[in-house]
């Protein structure tokens, strides 16, 4: 019954259904994939409820108790926010090596989380004003 | 079974081992020692979205994760 509802399809649409099934296997496995697993993991119910909402999640630093916002996306994702939820100021850390989203976003929540100073000393600042959807690559 | 996480380009890269096993639990304490002396920090989690960091290898931990040093980006 498949078969037959199969070869009837014309080749566009045969090529078409390929290529969503090559993209969803295979789409689950990519690096990506796994980051974001990864990440969704280690969040708090909280996080990640935020994060699945607006593409980023809030964070407070262990040593300051400010409140940082970690976005979506590789590079200068993480601002400092306000008491009145703005972006205060931009804080650029990163793990060395071309990780993907998710695994930097994870890197950036332990760090500040567990050792805020640190994290915070080898940071580059970056003004709030800089910050653009921009920067980031576009999630699932 | 315990799981050390170490993140790398493919994602991460997971490492099983059965922490009652003294070979293994002696290959999952080098593998820290090895990591966290190329620059890794190392954590694991205490609860849904708490983590801590640790300098030593905790042979009680579940699940360990591995991140690369932190650079200014």
């Given amino acids: 019954m498949i078969a037959a509802v199969w070869l009837r399809a014309p080749a566009r649409a045969r090529l078409h259904a390929l290529r969503e099934l090559y993209r969803r296997f295979f789409g689950e496995n990519t690096p990506d994939a796994r980051g974001r697993r990864l990440l969704a993991e280690w969040l708090s119910p909280a996080q990640h409820a935020q994060f699945e909402q607006h593409r980023y999640f809030d964070v407070i630093g262990c040593d300051t108790g400010k409140r940082y916002r970690i976005h979506y996306g590789t590079a200068a994702n993480v601002h400092e926010i306000d008491d009145e939820g703005r972006a205060a100021m931009g804080w650029c850390f990163v793990p060395s090596g071309f990780l993907v989203p998710g695994d930097v976003m994870l890197a950036q929540k332990v760090a500040l989380e567990t050792d805020e100073s640190a994290a915070i000393a080898l940071a580059n600042r970056f003004p709030p004003a800089t910050h653009s959807e921009h920067f980031y690559r576009r999630p699932f | ?73």
């Fill in chain 2, 1 to 73: 079974m315990a799981t050390q996480i170490v993140m790398d380009q493919t994602g991460d890269t997971r490492h099983e081992f059965d922490p009652d096993n003294a070979e293994a639990l002696a290959r999952a304490e080098r593998r820290f020692r090895e990591l966290t002396g190329a620059g890794f920090t190392a954590a694991y989690r205490t609860g849904p979205g708490e983590v801590t960091r640790i300098k030593s290898f905790d042979p009680t931990a579940q699940e360990t994760l591995f991140y690369p040093r932190l650079v200014g980006g």
